[in-house]
């Protein structure tokens, strides 16, 4: 986490647009789910928080938990264990919620734990295997397999997290919101 702050303050310091892409380049913010560590591009996450109470939407997929507000921002919170068919699991004082910026919208994703900011470089990074099991669901949210010392880390796609039709009904929620204030 410390680094994603060294990134944010960088930003803040003055520094061109380019040096803090430069800067972001190979980065990855890693997290549990199940058995699994994954990644997430550092560009993406905004900020991680604490697990906080969630506005429940009625009619959505189950791994649409619901809606938080975020100093007056709403966003709508997605279980990553849930979207991946994993089994679920109780929340504790290690969940956290990363906020992440996809597709024009912010979205927060509920993960068990924040491993680490971790680089990647490009050629420590193959592509997900295209063994034929249908059993796992994720590896269609999964763009690349990193390699990091002894350890792998599945790479995701924050577009493909969230369907169309995930994106209405999002959008209809906060355009009910928007009209309750």
Aim: charged letters at 30%.
């Amino acid at each position: 986490m410390e680094e994603t702050s060294e990134l944010r303050k960088q930003a803040q310091d003055g520094r061109s647009v380019s040096d803090e892409r430069d800067a972001q380049k190979g980065k990855y913010m890693t997290f549990k789910s199940g058995n699994e560590y994954f990644g997430l591009k550092i560009q993406y996450v905004n900020e991680i928080i604490g697990f906080q109470a969630i506005t429940a939407i009625p009619e959505t997929e189950d791994y649409i938990k619901g809606l938080i507000n975020l100093r007056g921002k709403i966003i709508p919170v997605i279980d990553v264990r849930l979207r991946f068919r994993q089994e679920p699991f109780e929340y504790n004082d290690r969940t956290c919620i990363i906020v992440i910026n996809v597709k024009s919208t912010v979205v927060g994703l509920i993960v068990e734990k924040i491993a680490e900011v971790v680089e990647i470089k490009e050629e420590n990074i193959l592509p997900p295997p295209s063994i034929g099991r249908a059993d796992k669901v994720q590896n269609k949210y999964v763009y690349g397999i990193g390699k990091v010392g002894d350890s792998v880390k599945l790479l995701l796609d924050p577009d493909k997290l969230l369907n169309d039709t995930d994106m209405s009904v999002i959008e209809q929620a906060n355009d009910m919101v928007v009209e309750e204030e």
